[in-house]
């Protein structure tokens, strides 16, 4: 007898619940008023990106399913800026929500604007600006595509910067193996050693990294795609420049600054709010976010907010694969976070 799964039965608990008339009790409730539920999304699978990594991407099928039960359930999805407004105002509409985008790469644009166009759903897109300007695919998550796409090779590591020997790529830890040994020895900076490395993998795979390439596979937006985006009304804000959290807080404030002067120069508007990249963060970040006029900070820990939040420390509820219609709309109307969960997500495996 097959047992069901923890999705299973979080799918199973809020479909009795909306039965009941729970769900939309809940959903009407002043309790759910008071607080505003911040969707997070990675990406938007063009192909079957969401077949690789469902913890990262979702179908583009999958994304438009979501705009219609947001649709369906009457929420007021709320640009981020007034939407926190609001929220510490104590004004908000029934059934808010606010939908943010991580990182900013050109699945954005390619498929997930077209489809919030057509609802009529604002956006922000939290933009790491490194690979923007240098704009080839992102070594890690590129590295690691290309070797799940041939996950039935064995792959002959020599004379491949890092690898050394032959590697099984049928196994998942395998692949994870070839990537951390390929990152291991790199720098963690804009190296075109880095990007090299990457193409020679992939044509070692056989894989056709010019296709790939055109097809702007896990590659950020360009500055005039920013530049275009904004002014159809798209919310750029704060990723960091290198998509990372050094222990260091003048380091890490150094690169916010970077980001922000990038960004502002892309869209002609200073940005004020602020995404932890992978949802990592340290305490001593908040004081130097709030000293550089940092309004908010949105973390990858579940939850919704209220008006005891730390600004700075923001919940929202991260959007993959593996969260089925039911929890996703359990989570909209605010039955989702009354359950048993996690309370730390952690972060998403991105390296620039």
């Not at 729970?22 to 699978?45: C, K, M, N, T, Y």
């Not at 994870?176 to 880095?194: A, H």
């Not at 070692?204 to 010019?210: E, I, K, M, P, T």
């Not at 690169?255 to 922000?260: E, Y």
Request: hydrophobic share 40%; net charge positive; with cysteine.
């Amino acid at each position: 007898m097959r047992h069901m799964t923890i999705q299973e039965l979080k799918a199973s608990s809020f479909n009795v619940l909306k039965h009941l008339g729970i769900a939309d009790w809940v959903a009407e409730s002043a309790w759910r008023r008071r607080r505003l539920l911040i969707l997070a999304f990675h990406g938007i699978a063009l192909n079957d990106e969401h077949q690789w990594s469902p913890g990262l991407y979702i179908s583009l099928a999958q994304f438009e399913r979501r705009l219609a039960l947001l649709k369906a359930t009457s929420c007021n999805v709320l640009p981020l800026g007034e939407a926190l407004e609001r929220l510490y105002r104590g004004s908000l509409p029934r059934r808010a929500v606010a939908l943010t985008f991580d990182d900013g790469y050109y699945d954005f644009l390619a498929g997930a604007w077209p489809l919030l166009r057509a609802y009529g759903y604002p956006a922000t897109v939290y933009l790491t600006t490194a690979r923007v300007e240098h704009n080839l695919p992102n070594v890690g998550l590129f590295a690691s595509y290309a070797l799940w796409r041939a996950r039935n090779q064995l792959l002959c590591g020599d004379g491949i910067y890092g690898l050394h020997g032959t590697y099984a790529l049928a196994a998942p830890r395998e692949r994870e193996r070839v990537v951390r040994q390929i990152n291991d020895g790199l720098l963690n900076s804009i190296d075109p050693t880095k990007d090299a490395v990457v193409e020679a993998l992939v044509r070692r795979l056989g894989l056709d990294y010019d296709a790939l390439f055109q097809k702007r596979v896990l590659t950020l937006l360009r500055p005039e795609e920013v530049a275009r985006l904004a002014r159809e009304g798209v919310d750029f804000q704060l990723h960091t420049h290198l998509h990372l959290t050094p222990p260091d807080v003048n380091d890490f404030i150094s690169d916010v600054l970077r980001n922000r002067d990038l960004i502002e120069s892309f869209t002609g508007k200073r940005p004020q709010h602020f995404c932890y990249p992978s949802g990592n963060y340290r305490t001593d970040y908040l004081s130097a976010l709030r000293q550089q006029g940092i309004v908010s900070a949105t973390t990858c820990d579940p939850g919704m907010a209220t008006r005891t939040s730390h600004p700075l420390l923001l919940p929202r509820f991260i959007d993959t694969s593996n969260v089925s219609d039911a929890v996703f709309e359990g989570w909209l109307t605010g039955v989702a976070p009354c359950l048993p969960r996690r309370t730390r997500r952690g972060g998403y495996p991105v390296s620039n």
